[in-house]
């Protein structure tokens, strides 16, 4: 199993980016796809996951302004990310899952590389 994730860069605070998640080796919907972010010296961080169904659910913090999204026939998870602040500067990693508690990282059994998302003032 791989997942490749991309899409990060250098934005503005305001602006946008869409991250992409590529799998192989797995069929996206029977996982819990999730998106983590990461800042050095601090865990993990849930951001966003789409489960088996199609349910999405997402962190407090990016609540109204992320969007998780999947195509399943292109086997890619998608997070679209609004209203950018410089708090979510991050490391951005896309998981795979088939535990109920999807909000924790440490239940992930795959992961991608991260992409770095810098949202500067």
């Known amino acids: 199993v791989q997942l490749q994730a991309s899409g990060g860069g250098l934005v503005q605070a305001g602006g946008s980016l869409r991250l992409s998640c590529v799998a192989s080796?797995?069929?996206?919907?029977?996982?819990?796809m999730g998106w983590f972010r990461q800042i050095p010296g601090k865990e993990r961080e849930f951001v966003a996951v789409?489960?088996?169904?199609?349910?999405?659910f997402y962190a407090d913090a990016v609540k109204g302004r992320f969007t998780v999204s999947r195509d399943n026939r292109k086997r890619t998870v998608y997070l679209q990310m609004n209203s950018l602040q410089v708090e979510d500067t991050a490391a951005y990693h896309c998981?795979?899952?088939?535990?109920?508690?999807?909000?924790?990282?440490?239940?992930?059994?795959?992961w991608g590389q991260g992409t770095q998302v810098t949202v500067s003032s």
């Open positions: 080796g797995l069929t996206l919907n029977t996982y819990h």
């Open positions: 789409i489960n088996r169904s199609g349910g999405t």
């Open positions: 998981g795979a899952t088939v535990n109920v508690q999807f909000r924790n990282a440490a239940g992930y059994y795959y």
